[in-house]
């Protein structure tokens, strides 16, 4: 069984999994090559990414005014996964197959970039876990939003983070307090006035940096820098010491 046709029994469709598998070969990419390589109309190719953006399993980055794409890590196949109910077992072995296989070719798409942009709600989910992969995390900007676009994905991710002692220190709006937002969220929390907040949240973790822009279709950007990260844990340290308890 190739890569194209595992990739279509997860839940891809052919030409997103064509496109995908190309991506991936190329690693950082103009759209251009991308066209040439699956030789699909250049429409086609589009519409293509815009759904792979959608579904997490692929960014851009924006350098000199143009758009690169790439794939996001193939462990983030593991959410399509998520999403297909019917022979979940037989899905999961084909797909740890396919991530075996794509782990592999990683070591030839491997790009020096250090920023991503994900759209849509399951790019958001796809900076969450890896959220989960950390043992702490400050949060600047929490009013709500996070619970109000995401649904139940903020309980699921809060109950994972307490199981895993992930320790959060929150900077949140004053709305927020004695709501579920407070409540849910484990670690140590302080507070600025709600006339502060705004639709953007920023997450440091490990040496990264995540933004979100909580839209009612999601934006998040992702830089990976240990200078930025300690540049807004410094920052962090500001707010934090001036906000209420």
Avoid: C
């Avoid at 190329?26 to 959608?54: F, Q």
């Avoid at 350098?63 to 983030?76: A, D, I, M, Q, V």
């Avoid at 849910?184 to 006035?193: H, T």
């Amino acid at each position: 069984m190739n890569l194209r046709t595992s990739l279509e029994q997860i839940g891809l469709t052919k030409t997103e999994a064509k496109v995908y598998l190309e991506l991936f070969k190329l690693g950082s990419t103009k759209s251009g090559p991308l066209v040439r390589k699956t030789e699909l109309h250049r429409a086609t190719v589009y519409d293509v990414l815009k759904r792979l953006l959608e579904k997490g399993l692929a960014s851009y980055i924006i350098r000199e005014k143009t758009k690169y794409f790439e794939t996001s890590s193939p462990e983030h196949l593991l959410d399509v996964l998520e999403e297909e109910k019917k022979e979940a077992e037989k899905k999961e072995d084909i797909l740890r197959a396919v991530v075996k296989n794509l782990e592999k070719m990683k070591q030839n798409a491997i790009t020096a970039e250090t920023a991503n942009i994900f759209v849509g709600k399951r790019g958001a989910k796809t900076v969450f876990e890896d959220i989960l992969n950390y043992k702490e995390n400050w949060v600047i900007g929490s009013s709500g939003k996070f619970l109000k676009i995401m649904g139940s994905y903020f309980y699921q991710f809060q109950k994972r983070k307490k199981e895993r002692k992930i320790h959060t220190k929150l900077i949140a709006s004053e709305r927020v307090i004695g709501t579920e937002v407070e409540t849910s969220v484990y670690g140590e929390k302080r507070f600025i006035p709600k006339e502060y907040e705004s639709p953007v949240s920023t997450i440091i973790y490990g040496n990264k940096v995540a933004t979100f822009i909580w839209l009612e279709n999601p934006i998040t950007f992702l830089i990976e820098s240990k200078e930025a990260a300690e540049s807004y844990r410094n920052y962090y340290m500001i707010m934090w010491n001036s906000a209420k308890r």
